[in-house]
């Protein structure tokens, strides 16, 4: 059938005849066909079987499940034992091959009720504590609740199977798989199971994580921030659920309350005559009649609403005595229909930390409503509301108990703040900076990071608008196209670079991060906001390509040294074996110029490293001894030409001075002389112990080489004096144009 029509019929059922009747309507429709019912009715426990289209006006629809009901047989079939048909060879072969190799599984309908167990859960499924259910979401071990639900998700939409994968301290990464049952017996129910994950599964372990810094470790970090953000709003759905079923409930108790009202004002109107004052005598019960409910259909509808609403409800009249209770109260309760008219205070209570006399009291005499939570003996959790009733003539007949089953709700509230927590945790162990902004991009919270890189507090930075941060450091061109442009029409917005001088940090490259997060319902869409410091890195690209220009200039200006060495040495030799010898030399010393410029990062060359690695060949037994000397830094230029020059000298010792004998000594120091405002650099060649020294008869290739380098690169003089005990050279140049700009002399050693 495609429409089944009961309405107003399961309000004069008691609970076993309303299941029959749904239960025959189930049977009787087609699968998608439509069950309507009265204003008053509901399916009640039978929610498995009927999904709801349209709660006010009472239209279900079928939703699956097999296709059985209980029909009386005459006359009964007794079959021997013998007759009954074997099972079949392949059938106990298939069910063999499933105990032993098949997964942990359960088969559940689209409400997630286990209807079957497969194998070994214990590992993902537990009873909770309280009364026993088979709902698997309860059930889930921690971690595995976020993986079902999307999976089962995933398998209803899509009608095919769907994986998803968790991780649990114990068990380590679980498979989840969900597969719809296809055919008649299988509408609705969908298999479920859990295995060990394989290597390679959509979630890296924790042990893969590198260390901070690294890009995996961000990923993961957000991988973890969208699970919990997910895991969040399917808690709040499954809230924001529950609360519509308890106020369509409630809207239902109001609606049935005004029906069963209306005729008992009717019948309390004044009477038009005394005659029929008389004949009502004759054909009504008195309003002060102390059995409650009447036999009035109203009333009726009511008990039978409440009885099958599986809410637990009390009646108590002024003296706080049972006028009468919904079965539900049972679970409260130990009370019987023999009770009707005891006071509630003999009764033993099943719950703690709830006074249900006094607040009987208080609504009867004070007309007071109250509303508590208690904790009910077998663990679940019930919202206890007390409020005076009235009769038909307006008078206060006592007070209405109601027990609501809150056990899941605050269980979804206890998710959705661990929810919150976790990613509360994960925000504030976050390395980068982050800010949470609102729909007017004002701020509403930042992780410690933030306040600690910007140097702010969160008194100026919470509540502020993100432009009017730091006095209006943030008013940032770019960041205004990020977030008023790029972002409302992208959602996700990765590494846009933003360059900015800030007044307590300064000059700062950042990468940045926005992902905008869509509001639902009464909460309003947020914006999250990271930074990625990119200053050293960006620092470090703009120094190699300064290196690269640097190192191009001094390979074309190294070969032009080379080239014009090579011209000198090859002029003043006699022999090719003298050129060779020679050239190698001043060739390794160029060598080492570049060396010293190289270490300082072509910026720095301190003066006491280039006479050190000028020197260092030639320093054998401790013959060369270098003075202290002001510390000064020098170009990479004039690090060159001192280099060669000082090898020059070394050269012309070893051959003819002080180093060609082994009592010769070589003393090497320099001075910093003031010059009016163009201090000079004095550097001094000492030697002495060599043999005895004369003027040559000519000027030598070495001696060209030291003057023509001292007048023309330092744009100074060099001087050397033939005295009999030793060589003295000085050379000395204006500190101007030679030191380096950035560091030029260190002031706390220049003395």
């Avoid at 108990?401 to 709700?409: G, K, N, Y």
């Avoid at 410690?448 to 507090?457: E, G, I, K, L, R």
Wanted: some cysteine; proline content about 5%; overall charge neutral.
């Amino acid at each position: 059938m495609d429409l089944v029509s009961c309405r107003n019929l399961l309000i004069y059922l008691d609970a076993d005849g309303q299941n029959r009747v749904l239960s025959l309507a189930h049977f009787a429709l087609r699968e998608g066909g439509y069950l309507f019912l009265g204003n008053a009715e509901s399916v009640g426990q039978r929610d498995h079987l009927f999904s709801i289209v349209s709660k006010r006006w009472r239209i279900y629809q079928r939703s699956g499940g097999p296709k059985a009901v209980d029909l009386p047989i005459w006359p009964p079939v007794q079959s021997p034992e013998h007759e009954r048909a074997k099972p079949k060879l392949a059938d106990v072969a298939v069910q063999a091959l499933a105990d032993r190799f098949g997964p942990a599984s359960v088969v559940i309908d689209r409400h997630y009720r286990i209807q079957h167990f497969h194998g070994t859960t214990v590992d993902y499924l537990t009873q909770p504590p309280g009364a026993p259910t088979l709902d698997l979401m309860a059930m889930a071990r921690d971690g595995l609740a976020l993986a079902i639900r999307r999976a089962v998700k995933q398998a209803l939409e899509n009608n095919e199977a769907a994986k998803s994968v968790a991780t649990r301290a114990k068990t380590g990464r679980v498979e989840v798989t969900a597969s719809p049952l296809g055919g008649r017996s299988g509408d609705g129910l969908i298999l479920v199971s859990f295995s060990p994950a394989r290597k390679g599964s959509e979630l890296r372990p924790a042990a893969s994580r590198t260390k901070k810094g690294n890009p995996d470790q961000e990923r993961d970090y957000d991988d973890e921030l969208k699970e919990a953000r997910e895991e969040l709003q399917a808690i709040v759905e499954e809230y924001e659920t529950a609360n519509e079923e308890l106020k369509a409930a409630n809207e239902e108790a109001t609606s049935v309350n005004e029906e069963l009202r209306r005729p008992m004002r009717s019948s309390n109107r004044p009477k038009r005559n005394c005659n029929r004052s008389t004949r009502s005598s004759t054909r009504s019960t008195p309003n002060s009649s102390t059995r409650w409910p009447n036999s009035t259909r109203p009333v009726m509808t009511f008990a039978i609403f409440l009885s099958g609403n599986d809410i637990a409800t009390i009646f108590l009249d002024t003296h706080t005595r049972i006028k009468w209770f919904t079965p539900a109260v049972n679970r409260l309760f130990d009370v019987i229909d023999a009770d009707i008219g005891r006071p509630i205070a003999n009764l033993a209570q099943k719950f703690v930390n709830g006074d249900l006399v006094g607040k009987a009291r208080a609504a009867v005499d004070k007309l007071a409503m109250s509303e508590e939570t208690i904790r009910a003996d077998n663990g679940r959790s019930y919202s206890l509301r007390v409020q005076p009733y009235r009769t038909g003539d307006n008078r206060i007949a006592g007070a209405v108990a109601s027990f609501v089953d809150v056990t899941e709700l605050e269980r979804s509230q206890t998710r959705i703040a661990e929810a919150r927590d976790y990613a509360q945790a994960i925000v504030r162990t976050v390395h980068n900076p982050m800010i949470v902004l609102d729909g007017s991009l004002r701020v509403q919270s930042a992780n410690p990071a933030f306040y600690q890189y910007f140097q702010v507090d969160a008194k100026e930075t919470e509540g502020h608008h993100v432009y009017e941060l730091g006095n209006g450091q943030w008013g940032i061109p770019a960041l205004r196209k990020l977030l008023e442009d790029l972002l409302p029409t992208q959602g996700w917005i990765a590494d846009f670079l933003v360059e900015h001088d800030f007044p307590q940090i300064g000059r700062r490259w950042l990468a940045l991060n926005a992902q905008r997060i869509i509001g639902y319902g009464d909460r309003p869409g947020l914006i999250l906001l990271a930074f990625n410091d990119m200053t050293e890195r960006k620092q470090a690209e703009l120094h190699r390509e300064m290196l690269v220009a640097e190192l191009s200039h001094r390979v074309k200006n190294s070969l032009m040294v080379v080239q014009s060495l090579a011209a000198q040495t090859l002029n003043s030799s006699r022999t090719l074996e003298e050129f060779g010898k020679a050239f190698t030399g001043r060739i390794q010393a160029l060598g080492r110029a570049h060396d010293i410029a190289l270490r300082g990062g072509f910026q720095r060359v301190a003066l006491g490293g280039i006479v050190g690695q000028a020197l260092a060949p030639f320093r054998i037994n401790g013959r060369i001894e270098i003075a202290e000397g002001p510390l000064v830094d020098f170009e990479p230029v004039v690090s060159q030409s001192l280099t060669l020059m000082l090898h020059e000298l070394a050269t012309n010792a070893l051959k003819y001075g002080a180093l060609s004998t082994g009592a010769g000594m070589v003393s090497v120091g320099w001075r910093i002389e003031a010059n009016g405002s163009n201090p000079h650099l004095s550097l001094t060649w000492t030697e002495s112990g060599g043999p005895a020294v004369s003027a040559p008869g000519r000027v030598g290739q070495g001696t060209r080489f030291i003057k023509g380098s001292a007048r023309h690169e330092l744009r100074g003089e060099a001087t050397l004096d033939f005295l009999p005990e030793g060589l003295l050279a000085t050379i000395a140049f204006p500190l101007k144009d030679a030191v380096n700009t950035t560091s030029a002399i260190r002031p706390s050693e220049e003395s």
